[in-house]
Nanobody
Framework: QVQLVESGGGLVQPGGSLRLSCAAS????????VSWHRQAPGKERELVAT????????NYAGSVKGRFTISRDDAENTVLLRMNSLKPEDTAVYYC????????WGQGTQVTVSS
């Protein structure tokens, strides 16, 4: 059964850090390009970062560039999103996603940035 499970969200103060994890089962993440998305209340889901399957090329939304880092842990079949210098506007549910011919999504993990 193909499944993606996100973890690592929580409540953090502005300027703080979190590390999100996307664990896969039923397929090998390193074979595909993996993306992180987020959706804030009342807003559309937006792409945050991607990491390619071939050479691990990364891309970031302008709003997170320089603060977020996407990486792979192939031994654990996971993709990580390290988030530094968090801002209140980063508050959202974060989802990982993989397209294998079908778009798979995890259930999401809540990130709240607030003092």
């Amino acid at each position: 059964q193909v499944q993606l499970v996100e973890s690592g969200g929580g409540l953090v103060q502005p300027g703080g850090s979190l590390r999100l994890s996307c664990a896969a089962s039923g397929f090998t993440l390193s074979t595909y390009t993996v993306s992180w998305h987020r959706q804030a209340p009342g807003k559309e889901r937006e792409l945050v970062a991607t990491i390619s399957n071939i050479i691990g090329r990364t891309n970031y939304a302008g709003s997170v560039k320089g603060r977020f880092t996407i990486s792979r842990d192939d031994a654990e079949n996971t993709v990580l999103l390290r988030m530094n210098s968090l801002k209140p506007e980063d508050t959202a549910v974060y989802y990982c996603s993989v397209f294998t011919g079908y778009r798979y999504w995890g259930q999401g993990t809540q990130v709240t940035v607030s003092s």
